[in-house]
């Protein structure tokens, strides 16, 4: 089910931060094989509750499942979530993470944690209440209850719910379309939105203005604003 040993973990934050660092690379796409999109953490690679000294776990949460989660947060090109199935615990706060989330119509979201007497790590109390609210967090945390990919739309959680078999052909065309668009635009809109959930109007409004100043030295700035000026669709080069 794809469970994340910390090697694994660490893989793919270097990855993201590769994606970041690559002007070739312009869209990035999540996903897996399996049953299981990722069902966690794999609790197995830990050491044993007897051998912990009181900050072992705290160091452990930031420098692994929080540092995953901020990488896909911080990574400077879209990432999709292409879930083909049961994303639990880390897995799916993982998802959660993600600037876009298409979910096949067999996954499932789990808030795993409680059916163990955990307190949600990875990130998960922090981006459930913004994308849902409060209330309805809590009743996935408490509860621990599996939210179908039904749902989880109904709940603003995914994107859009796609047939199992055209999860990876929808995955495909999101993603060539982003990485078609201007991605240092992009990259400064992420940010922006990212951002604005724990800004005030006024720092919102100057980071806004400044993205802007940026973005205006880009070489797909100038191509977006001559197409307009000619009348044809721009060709963007990610620069």
Same mark, same amino acid.
């Given at each position: 089910?794809?469970?994340? /040993?910390?090697?694994?973990?660490? *893989?793919?934050?270097? $990855?993201? +931060?590769?994606?970041?660092?690559?002007?070739? #690379?312009?869209?990035?796409?999540?996903?897996?094989?399996?049953?299981?999109?990722?069902?966690?953490?794999?609790?197995?690679?830990?050491? =044993?509750?007897?051998?912990?000294? %009181?900050?072992?776990?705290?160091?452990?949460?930031?420098?692994?499942?929080?540092?995953?989660?901020?990488?896909?947060?911080?990574? +400077? !090109?879209?990432?999709?979530?292409?879930?083909?199935?049961?994303?639990?615990?880390?897995?799916?706060? $993982?998802?959660?993470?993600?600037?876009?989330?298409?979910?096949?119509?067999?996954?499932?979201?789990?808030?795993?944690?409680?059916?163990?007497?955990?307190? %949600?790590? @990875?990130?998960?109390?922090?981006? $459930? =209440?913004?994308?849902? @609210?409060?209330?309805?967090?809590?009743?996935?945390?408490?509860? @621990?209850?599996?939210?179908?990919?039904?749902?989880? *739309?109904?709940?603003?959680?995914?994107?859009?719910? &796609? =047939?199992?078999? +055209?999860?990876?052909?929808?995955?495909?065309?999101?993603?060539?379309?982003?990485?078609?668009?201007?991605?240092?635009?992009?990259?400064?809109? !992420?940010?922006? &939105?990212?951002?604005?959930?724990?800004?005030?109007?006024? /720092?919102?409004?100057?980071? +806004?203005?400044?993205?802007?100043?940026?973005?205006? #030295?880009?070489?797909?700035?100038?191509?977006? &604003?001559?197409?307009?000026?000619?009348?044809? @669709?721009?060709?963007?080069?990610?620069?």
């Amino acid at each position: 089910m794809n469970a994340l /040993t910390p090697d694994q973990r660490n *893989h793919l934050i270097h $990855l993201l +931060e590769d994606a970041s660092a690559d002007a070739d #690379t312009r869209a990035v796409v999540l996903t897996a094989t399996g049953r299981g999109f990722c069902a966690g953490a794999d609790l197995r690679a830990g050491p =044993p509750p007897g051998d912990r000294v %009181p900050g072992d776990v705290a160091r452990v949460i930031r420098n692994g499942a929080q540092r995953l989660i901020a990488a896909v947060l911080d990574c +400077e !090109k879209p990432v999709i979530a292409a879930v083909n199935g049961t994303a639990a615990g880390l897995g799916a706060h $993982l998802a959660y993470a993600c600037d876009l989330i298409l979910a096949a119509e067999s996954a499932r979201f789990i808030e795993v944690f409680v059916r163990r007497g955990l307190v %949600p790590d @990875g990130g998960g109390a922090y981006l $459930l =209440p913004r994308l849902i @609210g409060p209330q309805r967090a809590k009743e996935l945390m408490f509860f @621990g209850d599996a939210l179908t990919a039904a749902d989880a *739309h109904r709940f603003g959680l995914v994107n859009r719910v &796609v =047939p199992d078999g +055209e999860l990876e052909k929808t995955a495909r065309a999101w993603a060539e379309r982003l990485a078609a668009g201007p991605t240092r635009s992009l990259a400064l809109t !992420k940010q922006l &939105v990212n951002a604005s959930l724990d800004s005030d109007r006024a /720092t919102a409004f100057t980071a +806004e203005a400044a993205a802007q100043e940026i973005n205006m #030295t880009t070489a797909d700035a100038g191509e977006g &604003v001559a197409a307009f000026v000619q009348r044809r @669709g721009p060709e963007f080069k990610g620069r």
